[in-house]
């Protein structure tokens, strides 16, 4: 049977050398020039379903900017009094949803609630210590230890660099340039050789994989992010499988989803960087000077090169599995983490486009349709329950096809 008809048919459960550019071969691209390019797909219309959770998102922001977690399942406890508390984590993954869906910090349907939503971001790193790895003191949350003690601070790299240079001020840019740094410093300093960090929780991997994202995605977007952050985030990931080619699941609480979308994650989000930035290597190359020179970007290309061949051995290795049953349910039912496991497949498979992108898109698309609740959100019956999380990471996945793939640098 066709991998992407077995979902259809079946899903009833949605469940390092730094070479002597610091930022990569070119700086933060000329003013006007494109810094996101299209994937392989044109975006699609946005689905009703999509329009109605950005409503909801948009209704339940908070007066201080922020979201909290919002409500969860009756069988999950001790979470209540976080319900109403704005935090990072959640305020970060709602803010991408309305980004990805066509606003901007001061354009489009929800500019201002967007504006609102970096402010808070922002203003959390800014008052956040410079030594140690949170950018906020809000701690206890749903997600911090379901998927990572840090997840607040990964979400805030991911978030800022898709908004870096999109305020609408010279001095809101500043912000959000200045919170970016701060916070890539402090993943960069906590980031161990192995590419990992003291990064606590059910199913850690998943954050692990935002941290990677993050990372990838603020040097595309020009920001100061050394090779060397960059190359342990993928040796990380490559060091997640094993010898006979099978991705351990240590970290992912046994499940095997969060450990494939994980890795598949990763690999594709080094790709996109690697895209951006091999023709202009290759380029420096034929220009160096000196032995050492050209050694040192011979490497750099042979690094690019033996990546690419890990994301397609990931990518081959997510479409097999998805025609397994059991694989593409997660932990057995719905959980943010489900949600963000297939955030991370969309994003990795519209790259490249194609039938299985296709179908993968419109399983998932008819999928979170039905089990959307009436008044536009979704809701989790395991670990992450909140309606934020879940709402937000669902119009991710609705809207795979918008997100960002860097533009080629020459």
């Known amino acids: 049977m066709n991998k992407m008809r077995w979902i259809a048919a079946s899903f009833v459960v949605v469940a390092g050398l730094t070479l002597v550019f610091p930022a990569g071969p070119s700086q933060a691209r000329q003013q006007g020039e494109p810094r996101w ?26 007066d201080s900017g922020g979201w909290g977690q919002g409500e969860e399942s009756q069988e999950m406890g001790g979470g209540a009094q976080l319900a109403a508390t704005a935090n990072v984590a959640d305020t970060c993954i709602a803010s991408l949803a309305l980004l990805r869906a066509g606003s901007t910090p001061h354009s489009g349907t929800y500019a201002k609630n967007l504006e609102r939503g970096v402010e808070f971001v922002v203003s959390q790193v800014e008052k956040a210590d410079d030594d140690s790895l949170y950018v906020t003191e809000v701690r206890g949350t749903r997600v911090q230890s379901k998927i990572g003690t840090y997840v607040d601070t990964f979400l805030a790299s991911l ?28 993943i960069e300093n906590h980031q161990s050789e192995s590419g990992g960090f003291d990064n606590q929780g059910w199913a850690p ?13 603020a040097r595309q977007a020009g920001a100061d992010v050394s090779d ?22 240590d970290g992912a609480a046994g499940v095997d989803l969060y450990a494939t979308s994980s890795n598949v994650a990763t690999m594709q989000e080094t790709a996109n960087t690697n895209a951006t930035e091999k023709v202009a290597y290759e380029q420096k190359l034929k220009s160096a000077k000196s032995e050492d020179e050209r050694q040192l970007l011979r490497d750099k290309l042979g690094r690019i090169k033996a990546q690419e061949e890990a994301n397609k051995d990931s990518k081959k290795r997510l479409v097999d599995r998805i025609s397994e049953p059991g694989f593409i349910e997660g932990f057995g039912s719905n959980g943010g983490e489900e949600f963000l496991s297939y955030m ?28 959307q609740n009436d008044d536009g959100s979704w809701s989790g019956h395991h670990c992450i329950t909140g309606k934020t999380f879940c709402t937000s990471a669902a119009v991710l996945v609705l809207t795979a096809d918008r997100a960002p793939v860097p533009a080629s640098k020459s």
């Not at 390019?37 to 109605?52: C, D, E, F, Q, R």
């Not at 692990?208 to 993050?214: F, L, N, V």
């Not at 994003?347 to 179908?359: F, S, T, Y």
């Open 159 to 186: 978030l800022l660099s898709e908004v870096k240079g999109q305020m609408g001020s010279q001095g809101a840019n500043q912000r959000v340039d200045r919170a970016l740094n701060k916070v890539i410093t402090k």
């Open 344 to 371: 991370n497949i969309s994003e990795a498979l519209v790259v490249e486009g194609g039938q299985e992108w296709i179908d993968w898109d419109k399983a998932m698309t008819a999928n979170l349709s039905r089990i």
């Open 228 to 249: 060397q952050a960059l190359d342990r985030a993928q040796g990380y990931a490559e060091g997640q499988v094993d010898d006979k080619g099978k991705i351990r699941t």
């Open 37 to 62: 390019a299209t994937a392989a797909v044109a975006p699609k219309p946005l689905p009703n379903s999509a329009i109605k959770g950005l409503e909801w998102l948009a209704a339940h922001q908070l």
């Open 205 to 217: 991997v998943l954050s692990q994989s935002i941290a990677a994202k993050g990372l990838n995605r």
